[in-house]
């Protein structure tokens, strides 16, 4: 169910006008709809609600503080893939021991922060990676828990840039080396095996692949459990697909549930699961304001003020997004959706039925509130949208946009004589 519909043909987010909010906030400007992140969580929770995992939200899909903190306050701990996304989760009052820190690159800077936070685990993804922490919880007189993230090698069918657990993609160890590389951490000093992580890639539209995935990895989970004390977790991921088109059916998570609980029945091991995308991605919009509509000998070019800076989801993995008009019509008409930065990439629709607008006209480019802002770019020396968030009849600016005094900050040119 969406929270962004029309009322006497104009959108809203929950309560209010989407035209009253781009004349108060300017566009381009992300729309976050607090209610739906509730009930995505609060969904998600009930499905699962016989093993009730820990949800450790994957911020990087959205780090706004505000939507951070709603999903926290509804329980979620943080999924965080750097030093900056572990700084934005405590500043948004996730507490260290729900909060779990994956990616392949952990630096020494990263590692020392995170072990002097004490965070709950490190999701480890190379046997080098586990020496650096083991010498850098030596040095600090402390102790990592660590979860190997083990590559199960099962296709989620998903894009290629986005699919993760497959045995050629850089992430994890793969599952004949995990063996040997727990070995490994149950040697090393400062080191505490805490538990096993997977994650497949997303956005995965069906529970198949995680089933497949944790009946390759249950009896390495059985015997590490039965074998060290502190093993006490699996971190199965995130990844749930969401419908990017009307006719797309999301992953349910009922369904979700009926295929994964079987496979983790019986293990007496604490779940975690790192969703960020079902969470966020039909909580947000980006509405954006057409400037021209221009002919050419081939096609017709909507161009909008939102560009590839803003929204980098179409030109980057050619997704599509839903884009309709604020003021309803049913008019259409035929061409691109394009932004004004210097590159033919520069698209978020090609070659669409869209609603038929003229110049000074509103859109909505839909499921836009994951993978959104959080890639966005000053390319073209544009500064970043402005974010509000809703609920009910309630708006707060939750993100100023970005000014251009703000883009030069920290530049200074040198004096050479
Ligand atoms: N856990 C780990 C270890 C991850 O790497 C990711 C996503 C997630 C959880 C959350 O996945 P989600 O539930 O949000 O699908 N920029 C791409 C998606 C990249 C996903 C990276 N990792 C996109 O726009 O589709």
Redesign the pocket.
């Given at each position: 169910m969406s929270e962004f519909t029309y009322r006497n043909g104009m959108l809203h987010a929950e309560g209010v006008s989407v035209v009253d909010l781009a004349e108060r906030f300017g566009t381009p400007l992300y729309i976050y709809s607090r209610t739906h992140l509730i009930r995505q969580y609060q969904a998600l929770a009930e499905a699962m609600k016989p093993i009730a995992p820990q949800f450790y939200f994957?911020i990087?899909?959205n780090s706004n503080l505000a939507v951070i903190e709603t999903l926290g306050a509804q329980g979620a701990g943080a999924?965080v893939?750097s030093g900056g996304e572990l700084f934005r989760a405590l500043r948004a009052g996730i507490s260290a021991d729900r909060i779990v820190f994956?990616g392949v690159g952990k630096t020494v800077a990263e590692i020392d922060y995170a072990l002097s936070e004490q965070i709950r685990f490190f999701?480890v993804e190379s046997e080098e990676e586990l020496t650096r922490i083991s010498e850098r919880a030596v040095a600090a007189g402390c102790v990592g828990r660590i979860a190997i993230?083990v590559n199960p090698d099962v296709d989620p069918h998903t894009?290629k840039?986005?699919s993760?657990g497959k045995a050629e993609n850089k992430?994890g160890v793969d599952l004949s080396r995990a063996e040997k590389a727990y070995e490994q951490a149950l040697q090393l000093p400062g080191i505490e095996v805490a538990g096993l992580h997977m994650?497949l890639?997303?956005?995965i539209m069906t529970p198949a692949p995680y089933a497949e995935a944790l009946e390759k990895v249950r009896p390495l989970c059985e015997r590490l459990k039965k074998e060290v004390e502190t093993f006490r977790h699996l971190d199965i991921?995130?990844?749930?697909g969401i419908s990017y088109r009307p006719e797309q059916a999301p992953l349910d998570p009922r369904d979700f549930a009926s295929a994964v609980l079987p496979a983790l029945h019986g293990l007496g091991l604490a779940v975690g699961m790192?969703?960020?995308?079902?969470y966020t991605g039909n909580a947000g919009i980006l509405v954006t304001r057409v400037e021209y509509v221009k002919q050419n000998p081939f096609k017709k070019f909507v161009i909008v003020d939102a560009a590839m800076n803003d929204l980098l989801?179409p030109p980057?993995?050619e997704?599509h997004h839903e884009i309709v008009a604020v003021q309803q019509t049913d008019e259409q008409i035929f061409g691109d959706v394009v932004g004004p930065v210097c590159e033919s990439a520069d698209f978020m629709a090609q070659n669409r039925e869209l609603p038929a607008v003229e110049s000074g006209n509103l859109l909505a480019i839909l499921s836009a509130g994951?993978?959104g802002f959080v890639?966005a770019s000053n390319y073209n020396a544009r500064g970043r949208a402005a974010e509000v968030m809703v609920s009910g009849d309630r708006v707060e600016e939750v993100r100023a946009r970005e000014t251009w005094e703000e883009l030069v900050q920290g530049e200074r040119i040198p004096t050479w004589e």
């Open positions: 994957a990087k899909s999924d893939v994956a999701t993230r894009h840039y986005t993760t992430f994650h890639g997303s956005p991921g995130g990844g749930l790192e969703p960020g995308r079902f989801r980057l993995y997704a994951a993978y890639m």
